[in-house]
T-cell receptor, first 113, second 115 residues
Framework: KAGVTQTPRYLIKTRGQQVTLSCSPI?????VSWYQQTPGQGLQFLFE???????NKGNFPGRFSGRQFSNSRSEMNVSTLELGDSALYLC????????????FGPGTRLLVL | QQQVKQSPQSLIVQKGGISIINCAYE??????FPWYQQFPGKGPALLIA?????SEKKEGRFTISFNKSAKQFSLHIMDSQPGDSATYFC??????????????FGEGTQLTVNP
């Protein structure tokens, strides 16, 4: 069974631009969560989508948004990029049941110049 | 209340030794405590997880010890190998029917196992 895939793997943008990252969950998984990983802040939860609805949201500004499609694939968008948005963005998928395992993709490394 | 504190930040052990990483949490509503292993350039991978109704769980060389009253849990890696060198994250989550679950991670421990 294929794991979680994320595209692109690497991305370089400049301040003020916007970016869209894509995540394909493990087949059958209905929940997709996004996390930001930085050396300073560690792993932080961005948001979670289930059945095309955002079910949970972390403490990030409104510039960070996402969506989920009917096939459970998800995208996250960051508008008006800032230097501090440089990070590894990780997507995780799961069955959406209690005490479940979240399976992470390899991440998208975003560098904002 | 959502924090998970992890220590040490870095750990160096000799091959064959025991690696111990500790975590403490505040939110008593957490009901799932996984440990993730992350290698450079990779996403975190689940290593082992425990529920609060169990005090210990062992899988191969990896053991989680859980102390509900102290709100602490730890990862023990027995017979540590150079291939175990990675960053380890503890995490905690609580399930909600309408809110799902979100992982709250510790700060991470960089483990180096010397040959």
């Amino acid at each position: 069974k294929a794991g979680v895939t994320q595209t692109p793997r690497y991305l370089i943008k400049t301040r003020g631009q916007q970016v869209t990252l894509s995540c394909s969950p493990i087949s059958g998984h209905r929940s997709v969560s996004w996390y930001q990983q930085t050396p300073g802040q560690g792993l932080q939860f961005l948001f979670e989508y289930f059945s095309e609805t955002q079910r949970n949201k972390g403490n990030f500004p409104g510039r960070f948004s996402g969506r989920q499609f009917s096939n459970s694939r998800s995208e996250m968008n960051v508008s008006t990029l800032e230097l501090g948005d440089s990070a590894l963005y990780l997507c995780a998928s799961s069955w959406a049941v209690p005490q479940e395992t979240q399976y992470f993709g390899p991440g998208t490394r975003l560098l904002v110049l | 209340q959502q924090q998970v504190k992890q220590s040490p930040q870095s750990l160096i052990v000799q091959k064959g030794g025991i690696s111990i990483i500790n975590c403490a949490y505040e939110n008593t509503a957490f009901d799932y405590f996984p440990w993730y292993q992350q290698f450079p350039g990779k996403g975190p991978a689940l290593l082992i997880a425990i529920r609060p109704d169990v005090s210990e769980k062992k899988e191969g060389r990896f053991t989680i010890s859980f102390n509900k009253s102290a709100k602490q849990f730890s990862l023990h890696i027995m017979d540590s190998q150079p291939g175990d060198s990675a960053t380890y994250f503890c995490a905690a989550s609580k399930w909600g029917e309408t809110s799902g679950s979100r992982l709250t991670f510790g700060e991470g421990t960089q483990l180096t196992v010397n040959p």
